[in-house]
């Protein structure tokens, strides 16, 4: 028999909806510890946002990116709470999608989940800032070359700033570039183009005065040497020094999402069992259409966990 190996993977910005963590937060003491802490630590109810909304307050990039992480976190104490996480071996690796880094960073032993709730919170409002000063757009591009995009991306002026998996990646930067890169990228072949509801071109150099003020925040924190490795989203590559660490979020923002490489290169490296924890199952679709011959778990609520066997 195989030997299994792990890695944790976590979702990134729009993998909110209204009710996510309701039921953790009934059903599990670790879920309702978290999300009591987050409230007191960001001052508002965090918790009260998530279970009820309303929709377009959860959406807004300030207070989605808070509320992803700690689902994404809660999720993961409430998995570990009830033993389920015993089924499998410790992972191997963390890694998380855009956000998702900051919900790896409490699931590594970088920082207490806490405190990885409250810097996605300071990273959404220092990207809603430096939106508003210079909107943006991205849109996904299916089943077109990454070569023939990054052509087009150069003549048009905007950045491929996800590579998901084989055939989608995903264009960004000022509302026009993207546009005019999208029907050319229509023109060449594309599948299709789907147009992304968010209001940055997030990981392109317009989120520069987002990662110069996250920089500063970074300085002041303390981060402890990842227990778990990181595998980060612009090298592909895995991290365990806090300097590292936090070299990689800042330059994250302003780079491309290496998603497709940091799952081949972990797969490399053994891992042959992904679990996804968090809001929705985004990754685990990523992760079946770059190798079909991994096992993908989903831990996204109380049922998840409830039914989760190896």
Request: proline fraction near 5%; charge should be negative; hydrophobic fraction near 40%.
């Amino acid at each position: 028999m195989t030997e299994i190996k792990t890695a944790y993977v976590f979702p990134g910005q729009g993998a909110q909806f209204v009710g996510m963590g309701r039921d953790l937060y009934s059903e599990f003491h670790s879920a309702r510890e978290l999300f009591d802490l987050a409230d007191k630590a960001l001052g508002f109810s965090l918790s009260k946002l998530c279970f009820e909304g309303p929709e377009e307050d959860l959406k807004d990039t300030r207070n989605s990116q808070s509320a992803i992480v700690g689902h994404s976190l809660c999720a993961l104490a409430a998995f570990i709470e009830s033993g389920k996480s015993n089924l499998l071996p410790e992972p191997s690796f963390v890694a998380g999608h855009s956000l998702g880094e900051y919900s790896a960073l409490g699931a590594g032993g970088i920082l207490p989940y806490p405190q990885a709730i409250l810097l996605a919170r300071k990273r959404g409002e220092l990207m809603a800032e430096a939106a508003a000063k210079t909107p943006g757009a991205m849109a996904a591009v299916l089943g077109l070359s990454e070569e023939i995009l990054a052509d087009i991306c150069l003549k048009t002026g905007c950045y491929i700033a996800n590579y998901n998996s084989p055939g989608q990646l995903v264009i960004s930067g000022l509302k026009e570039t993207v546009e005019k890169a999208s029907a050319q990228a229509a023109e060449s072949g594309a599948m299709k183009v789907v147009p992304l509801q968010v209001s940055g071109g997030f990981h392109t150099p317009l989120m520069s005065p987002a990662s110069a003020g996250l920089k500063a925040v970074l300085d002041s924190t303390g981060f402890d040497t990842a227990r778990i490795p990181l595998v980060a989203n612009t090298s592909a590559s895995p991290l365990t020094n806090p300097q590292d660490i936090k070299s990689e979020l800042v330059n994250q923002l302003t780079g491309g999402v290496q998603w497709q490489k940091s799952i081949e290169n972990m797969i490399a490296a053994g891992v042959n069992t992904f679990v996804e924890i968090g809001p929705g199952k985004v990754l685990a679709g990523l992760i079946k259409r770059i190798n079909r011959s991994v096992s993908i778990y989903n831990i996204n609520d109380a049922a998840s966990i409830q039914n989760f066997s190896v």
